[in-house]
């Protein structure tokens, strides 16, 4: 079977990593000529609104997938109605406007940062009366890894933040000072099937994330039946089948939703390595309704994203239970190059391993 990927980057090269022991073979569709998927698959390169290059990439095609989420919903659904394309375009829709996510999962019950619309300078005073300070403004669209949006402190920022950031659609959230960032990945098959990992813990920096820690250090069931319950609402409400990432702000014990992505997430890299099956095995099982494997974790994993610069990488390979993913990108300040999830069967081993980790990257 040959699988359509629409994104060509690290996700797509990893789903394909985990798609071949399974027969599968891929073909990736990415604007960028270089993307990271392009090293190892069929590729073709485009516009997503050239249609004739979008024909090129389905022609021949078994089913197909996507790896970004911002690819147009216009785009996936023109090919939906010639091959089976999942997720559902409708969740591209959901995903790409913050306005729109946040509703959507209020509507089904779960709790966001208290937030409103911001269409004109009138909207946003009138937002920061209801909601106060301190507050994120941020673009409805087109934001990822912190991009286009801005903390307001004190009422002397609201200004700049207006020049940085108006004239687009936006959206005003509450701060949440929240005690820590967690997300869940998991998985719905064509016939319906639910499997979840394990709520993880992400440490973000400067927008990007840097660390996720598998499971959750002190997950109670509490937490992750919410969790759970809240991604399975959102797969059951848009009928669909692949791996759903959900972010969360833990506050005072609640889950409060920030965002969803209808994808393969970053935040799930460790389950290569620290879970029976990977979130990309996984994805590629439901999107082709193949059974999904056991989410069951092996140990304990830390996942650690090469941000920027690929550290002189040979001495860390000699630490137990470390496993290196270079994605074969250039280097650029803020670009994720790869990653390094570190694995143990007690936290105990894990803390040690980790620290011969940072003492390779003090010596390189
Ligand atoms: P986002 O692109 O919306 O995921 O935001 C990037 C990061 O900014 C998040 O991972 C948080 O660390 C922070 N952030 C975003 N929205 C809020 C909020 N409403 N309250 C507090 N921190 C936020």
């Not at 985990?18 to 604007?31: I, N, S, V």
Request: proline share 6%; charged share 20%.
């Amino acid at each position: 079977m040959k699988v359509g990927v629409l994104g060509g980057g690290q996700l797509g090269r990893m789903m394909a990593l985990a798609g071949y022991p399974l027969g599968l073979r891929f073909r990736f569709f990415d604007p960028s000529p270089d993307a990271a998927a392009g090293h190892m698959a069929e590729f073709v390169s485009g516009s997503y609104d050239d249609l004739d290059a979008v024909e090129r990439f389905a022609a021949g095609l078994d089913a197909i997938t996507y790896e970004f989420e911002n690819v147009p919903a216009e785009t996936a659904r023109y090919l939906a109605e010639r091959l089976p394309v999942h997720p559902t375009p409708a969740a591209l829709e959901v995903a790409q406007d913050r306005l729109i996510e946040k509703t959507f999962f209020r509507k089904l019950g779960f709790q966001t940062p208290a937030f409103a619309p911001v269409d004109s300078r009138n909207d946003l005073d009138a937002a920061l009366r209801e909601i106060g300070l301190p507050a994120v403004l941020k673009t409805r669209r087109d934001g990822y890894d912190g991009k286009g949006q801005a903390v307001l402190q004190h009422v002397a920022e609201i200004d700049t933040a207006w020049e940085q950031l108006g004239g687009r659609p936006l959206i005003l959230e509450a701060f949440v000072p929240f005690e820590r960032e967690l997300s869940i990945v998991a998985a719905r098959g064509l016939d319906g099937s639910f499997r979840a990992y394990p709520l993880v813990e992400n440490e973000h920096r400067a927008g990007i994330l840097g660390r996720t820690i598998a499971p959750a250090p002190g997950l109670t069931p509490e937490l992750q039946s919410t969790a759970e319950a809240c991604v399975s609402a959102a797969m059951m409400e848009l009928g669909y089948a692949g791996v759903m990432t959900i972010e969360f702000f833990e506050h005072q014990g609640r889950l409060l939703v920030n965002e969803m992505a209808p994808r393969v997430h970053n935040s799930g890299h460790w389950t290569i390595e620290g879970a029976e099956t990977s979130q990309f095995e996984n994805h590629l099982r439901a999107v082709l309704g193949l059974p999904l494997g056991s989410t069951a974790v092996r140990g304990y994993s830390t996942m650690l994203n090469l941000i920027g610069a690929t550290p002189e990488w040979s001495t860390m390979l000699g630490i137990d239970g470390l496993h290196l993913h270079l994605y074969g990108k250039d280097p650029r300040p803020g670009r994720k190059l790869g990653h390094v999830t570190i694995c143990a069967t007690d936290p105990t081993a894990l803390e040690e391993r980790l620290k011969a980790f940072v003492e390779s990257l003090h010596r390189s």
